[in-house]
């Protein structure tokens, strides 16, 4: 069963519950939004079933509410910045705002982001770069329990990972790519799980690194052992929420593409974690809550690399032959990297988000232990 809630009233509920958790009011609305707009554009991953583990990431003291990036070297075309475990959603976009700012004046940008709380769908910062006529490339790590295995391993030695890439297109749509590396995101196997759905073959490992259709070997630990609490990865983007388990063995997500999406996992690990300064994974799992990026981000500008004409022109005649040959028998067209979420944002917007009934009573019984009061409609 699930609860269908309209995007306005869910982004004030969220961010209710936020404000209650120590952020100020613009805070709070940010992140609700963000959230919100995750569950529109079809990555309820990266939604508000995200709040219940801010919540206790919050009270662990891994997330700090009201905090803003720290510049901590600025020389025009290169910045590094510190999230300061700061709401990712927040210092992403800080982050990014400044980072436009410098591709503008220079015509490019390489920009590091480290110890940022959550960034959520990696996605939103192409889109920011994007309106404003720049490609943009993002990789991403993740500090929290290792739920990806090594191509060849048989346990969870990293997180999620994402990589996006950002692409302005004249006249049309831009291709936003933004995928984790792993098959799929953590935070869909969150919400399998508590649908109580079982996953296509090749996703998952068992604690015993068998193949298994089961999500729940990810999100609640299983019998066989005594081993970490949980906490999830992030990734297009994200982390698992919901209540803290007890102790136990988990499975393991596998790499998209085997070595070659094991080889880009690696990759973000050590752009977005190592260059960053932000850290890459290389020690026991442990229960914390909060779940800690890196990003490694290069702004371009076109029209101040010389080529603008040339790309806009073979950009829309590279995507009008895609787009021109003949259409797979299971498939009613082919489609560019980005508009299965436009098409998701239009159809939730009039449609409603759905939440199921174990996501929707995570999320109230995050309200409650911040003393939100109800508000009306919930």
Not at 79 to 94: H, K
Not at 298 to 319: C, H, K, S
């Amino acid at each position: 069963m699930s609860k269908l809630l309209q995007a306005p009233a869910l982004r004030s509920y969220i961010a209710h519950i936020l404000e209650a958790s120590g952020s100020a009011p613009a805070e709070a609305a940010t992140v609700a939004a963000n959230l919100v707009l995750a569950n529109l554009s079809g990555h309820d991953s990266h939604g508000v079933g995200m709040v219940p583990r801010y919540v206790d990431a919050v009270r662990e003291g891994g997330l700090q509410p009201n905090t803003a990036v720290r510049v901590t070297l600025d020389s025009g075309t290169l910045l590094a910045l510190d999230g300061q475990r700061g709401y990712g959603q927040v210092v992403g976009e800080q982050a990014m705002q400044l980072g436009i700012e410098r591709a503008r004046a220079h015509g490019s940008c390489i920009m590091t982001l480290g110890h940022a709380h959550h960034l959520g769908r990696i996605g939103h910062f192409a889109e920011m770069a994007v309106a404003q006529g720049l490609v943009a490339l993002h990789f991403v790590n993740v500090l929290s329990r290792p739920v990806v295995a090594a191509w060849g391993g048989a346990d969870g030695r990293f997180g999620t990972n994402p990589c996006c890439i950002g692409v302005p297109l004249k006249g049309r749509e831009p291709f936003i790519l933004d995928f984790a590396t792993s098959r799929v995101a953590q935070g869909k196997m969150r919400v399998a799980h508590n649908e109580g759905r079982r996953v296509a073959p090749g996703y998952l490992i068992d604690p015993q690194g068998r193949p298994t259709t089961d999500p729940g070997v990810v999100v609640v630990p299983q019998d066989g052992g005594q081993g970490p609490g949980d906490g999830s990865g992030s990734g297009e983007k994200g982390a698992g929420g919901g209540a803290h388990p007890p102790q136990g063995l988990f499975g393991a997500l596998l790499t998209f593409g085997e070595h070659k999406g094991y080889g880009l996992a690696v990759a973000c690990e050590l752009l977005g974690g190592a260059l960053s300064g932000g850290g890459t994974w290389h020690r026991p799992a442990d229960t914390a809550r909060a779940v800690l990026n890196g990003m490694l981000t290069i702004l371009i500008d076109p029209a101040r690399l010389g080529t603008q004409a040339t790309f806009e022109q073979e950009a829309a005649a590279f995507v009008d032959w895609l787009q021109a040959g003949p259409v797979a028998p299971d498939h009613d067209a082919v489609r560019l990297a980005g508009e299965p979420e436009r098409q998701a944002r239009a159809h939730r917007h009039r449609a409603g988000i759905a939440i199921d009934d174990t996501t929707w009573a995570e999320i109230q019984a995050a309200a409650q232990k911040v003393g939100a009061p109800p508000i009306q409609g919930f």
